[in-house]
C-alpha cells in the first residue's frame, strides 16, 4: 500500500511538472484553450451578452449563464433560499466560455433580490436577480396562474362538438337545434358520463372550444338556446372535479365565415363583435370559481388566411389590440371575473420566433392572473396526416432524435420568451400525433417525449380529441393514453 501511495504522488508530482512546464507567472494557453495564471477579463453573459441584472416572474426560473474568463474562476450566491446554483468554480479559456446554471424557485410571498458574485483573480463581476412577488390582494379569491399550471394535469379538447362550424348550401341552421350543431361533426352529444369517463382516466383539465358567431342575431346576441347549452357542458366538467377552458374557437381561422381577424383595418368593427360576444359569456359565468379559465380565442389568423409568419407585422398589432380588449371586457363584469386566470395566444397559437416576438402581454388590473398558451404538432409531417397525395411525400413516419430536437427548440423559444422575457407561465392548449400514417409504437414515442417535456418545463399540454370512443366510452389508443401519465 505504502509503495503504491508513493508511487502515486511521484506521477502527481510529474504531471504538475509538466503543466507548469508550458506556463509561467502571466498565464499561459496550456490545452484547449485552457489557460493558467492572473485572469485578465471577466464578464457574465446570458445568450453571450453581458448582463448586470436579471429579472425573473414569480414562478420558477431558469437562466444558463456563460463565465467568459481567462482564468480560474468561483461563484458564489448571497442568498441561497430561492436561488440555487449550479457550477461554482471553474477554468477560465482564452477561446470559450465556461457555463452554470441559476434556478430560481417560485415565489409565494413579497418581491426578492439577491446578488451572484463571480470572482477571477483580482477581479470580480456581480450579476442583481431580481424576482417578482405575488402582491397578493387581500380580496383575491383565485390562485396565480402559476399555481394554476402546477395544479393542472394532462388535458383533452372536446373538439369537434360545440365548436362545429357547418358551412356551405348543404346547412340549413334555419330551425336547428344547439344539439344539431353539436353533433355536426361526427361526435355524440355530450353527457355527463362522456364527461365522467374522460376525467377518470386522469385527464383533470378539459378544453371546451366554442364557436360563438354562428348563434348570435343580428345585433351580436348570442342565442339563449346556445349559452344554456354551452353552460350545461362546462357545468359537466367542473362536476367531475375538472378544470375547465372555455374559450371562442372557430370564428377566428381561414373558414370563409371566420369573422374573428388579425386584420388592423377592420379592426373597429371586428372588436365591437368580438368585445359583445365576450361580454355576454362573461356575464353568464361570472360567478364560476377559479376552475373555470377563459381564454380569448383560438387560431387566429389575418385575413389573408396566413398560417405561417403574416407579412403584414400589423397583424400582431391586431392581436394583441384584442387580446386587450378580452382583458378589459372580462374584468369589468366584475365579480369572481376581477380575478379570473384568462389565457392569451401569439398569431396562429403559433410557435415560431417571429409569432412568440409580435406577442406582448396585455395589461391587466391582476397581472398574476394571465397565462399564455401556444399549439403544437411538431414535427408537423410526423403529427399530421393529409389528403394531397403530393404532401404525403414529407410524412415523417419515425419519431427518431431529429424530432425530438425540433420539440427541444420549441420548447427552449417557448420558455424563454413566456417564462423569461414576458413574466407568464405557458401551457400547451392543443397537442397530439393525430396523423395515423406513423405506427402506434412511434406515435407513443413522441407522446412519451412530450411528456418529459412537460415535467421538466413545469407545464402541460392537452391533446386534441381522438384516442377514445366518446359515444361507446371505449379508449381506442390506450397505448398513448397509458404514457400521458
Known amino acids: 500500500m505504502r509503495i503504491k501511495n508513493i508511487l502515486g504522488m511521484l506521477l502527481l508530482a510529474a504531471a504538475v511538472t509538466g ?60 442568498d441561497t433560499t430561492w436561488c440555487k446554483l449550479e457550477v461554482h468554480a471553474g477554468y477560465g479559456y482564452t477561446n470559450k466560455f465556461s457555463y452554470t446554471k441559476l434556478n430560481v424557485l417560485k415565489n409565494e410571498g413579497e418581491k426578492r433580490t439577491a446578488t451572484l458574485t463571480v470572482r477571477s483573480g483580482s477581479l470580480s463581476k456581480t450579476l442583481t436577480i431580481n424576482q417578482k412577488g405575488t402582491g397578493t390582494d387581500p380580496n383575491d379569491p383565485f390562485m396565480s396562474a402559476f399555481t394554476l399550471v402546477e395544479n393542472l394535469g394532462i388535458g383533452y379538447n372536446l373538439g369537434n362538438t360545440l365548436d362545429s362550424n357547418p358551412i356551405g348550401s348543404w346547412w340549413n341552421p334555419e330551425g336547428k337545434t344547439p344539439y344539431d350543431f353539436e353533433t355536426q361533426w361526427g361526435q355524440p352529444e355530450t353527457t355527463q358520463e362522456i364527461i365522467d369517463f374522460i376525467a377518470e382516466k386522469g385527464f383533470n383539465v378539459i378544453r371546451v372550444p366554442v364557436t360563438w358567431g354562428i348563434h348570435c342575431n343580428s345585433s351580436d346576441v348570442i342565442s339563449k338556446a346556445w349559452m344554456d347549452r354551452v353552460e350545461e357542458v362546462v357545468q359537466m366538467v367542473l362536476n367531475a372535479g375538472c378544470y375547465c377552458i372555455l374559450n371562442v374557437q372557430h370564428d377566428s381561422g381561414d373558414a370563409s365565415n371566420s369573422w374573428l ?194 415535467t421538466q418545463y413545469n407545464t402541460v399540454g392537452l391533446w386534441w380529441m381522438g384516442l377514445c370512443d366518446r359515444e361507446e366510452l371505449e379508449w381506442t389508443e390506450t397505448d398513448i393514453v397509458n404514457v400521458l401519465f
Open 19 to 78: 503543466l507548469y512546464s508550458c506556463s509561467d507567472e502571466d498565464g499561459k494557453v496550456v490545452d484547449n484553450g485552457l489557460r493558467t495564471g492572473n485572469a485578465t477579463k471577466l464578464e457574465i453573459l446570458r445568450d453571450s451578452v453581458p448582463v448586470s441584472d436579471l429579472s425573473f416572474s414569480i414562478g420558477r426560473g431558469v437562466a444558463i449563464l456563460g463565465i467568459n474568463a481567462d482564468g480560474s474562476w468561483t461563484a458564489e450566491l448571497d
Open 261 to 454: 381577424r388579425a386584420d388592423m383595418e377592420n379592426y373597429d368593427a371586428i372588436s365591437a363583435k368580438f368585445k359583445k360576444i365576450w361580454n355576454q359569456i362573461a356575464i353568464r359565468f361570472r360567478d364560476y370559481d377559479d376552475k373555470l379559465i377563459f381564454e380569448a380565442f383560438n387560431e387566429i389568423l389575418s385575413a389573408q388566411g396566413e398560417w405561417g409568419d403574416p407579412a403584414d407585422p400589423s397583424c400582431y398589432t391586431a392581436v394583441n389590440k384584442l387580446e386587450q380588449d378580452f382583458v378589459d371586457e372580462v374584468r369589468a363584469t366584475g365579480g369572481n371575473n376581477e380575478y379570473r386566470n384568462l389565457i392569451v395566444n401569439p398569431y396562429s397559437a403559433g410557435n415560431s420566433a417571429a409569432k412568440l416576438a409580435g406577442m406582448q402581454i396585455p395589461n391587466d388590473m391582476h397581472p398574476n392572473h394571465i397565462l399564455a398558451s401556444i399549439h403544437s404538432y411538431d414535427p408537423y409531417w410526423f403529427c399530421n396526416d393529409t389528403n394531397d397525395l403530393d404532401s404525403q411525400q414529407w410524412y415523417v413516419y419515425i419519431f427518431d432524435s431529429t424530432c425530438q430536437q425540433e420539440i427541444d427548440d420549441i420548447f427552449t423559444r417557448v420558455e424563454r420568451r413566456f417564462s423569461g422575457e414576458l413574466g407568464v407561465p405557458f401551457i400547451i392548449g392543443e397537442f397530439g400525433a393525430i396523423g395515423k400514417h406513423a405506427s402506434m409504437s412511434e406515435r407513443v414515442k413522441y407522446a412519451q417525449y412530450m411528456r418529459q417535456k412537460f
